[in-house]
T-cell receptor, first 116, second 114 residues
């Protein structure tokens, strides 16, 4: 079974600064996807960024980027130029990749507070 | 992008009653719908997986007779919490799969059982 570990229950960052959220996972699969989701107070799950394991290049989406280390099974999220609207719970998630539909496996989350 | 509409957003019910939560995929066909439960300050935990036209697969520890899932069409899946009790109070979220490897979440339902 796959597991996802987020070792930082809470983090804070000053507005405009950079913060990195950690995530490690365990799997025996060779093909899979990794995600970071944001859950603001509204509790709507918002996809932040996605990484295909077969791609060596780290995914980026504007101010959000990942450091994907496949051998180390590490998938950290870097948020640059932090904004107040980035305050939320962030979940790292894993999904097996095969022809059938498979669910996401979530980490326990990191609560990020951006301070003015 | 694709949208999953989930209703109701919140519901309060008396202990012993049943509550139905609906999830509709508005602009794509969700062959698979996943149902998650989230307790306060915790992560999302998978309850069950439903495929259109077949019986749902429940995760270990989830009572299939209490949490009835119906996925009769490619655009609608429902979760019915039967004989709800206070311990069933939680935030329930559905997610539908459209394109391969893409999941779309509903906005969630907060259930409070008195």
């Amino acid at each position: 079974a796959q597991t996802v570990t987020q070792s930082q229950p809470e983090m804070s960052v000053q507005e405009a600064e950079t913060v990195t959220l950690s995530c490690t996972y365990d799997t025996s699969e060779s093909n899979y996807y990794l995600f970071w989701y944001k859950q603001p107070p509204s509790r709507q799950m918002i996809l932040v960024i996605r990484q295909e394991a077969y791609k060596q290049q780290n995914a980026t989406e504007n101010r959000f980027s990942v450091n994907f280390q496949k051998a180390a099974k590490s998938f950290s999220l870097k948020i640059s130029d932090s904004q107040l609207g980035d305050t939320a719970m962030y979940f790292c998630a894993f999904m097996k990749s095969h022809s059938g539909n498979t669910p996401l496996v979530f980490g326990k989350g990191t609560r990020l507070s951006v301070i003015a | 992008g694709a949208v999953v509409s989930q209703h109701p957003s919140w519901v309060i019910c008396k202990s012993g009653t049943s509550v139905k939560i609906e999830c509709r995929s508005l602009d794509f066909q969700a062959t698979t719908m996943f149902w998650y439960r989230q307790f306060p300050k915790q992560s999302l935990m998978l309850m069950a997986t439903s495929n259109e036209g077949s019986k749902a697969t429940y995760e270990q520890g989830v009572e299939k007779d209490k949490f009835l899932i119906n996925h009769a069409s490619l655009t609608l899946s429902t979760l019915t919490v039967t004989s709800a009790h206070p311990e069933d109070s939680s935030f329930y979220i559905c997610s539908g799969q459209g394109d391969l490897e893409k999941l779309f979440f509903g906005s969630g339902t907060q259930l409070s059982v008195l």
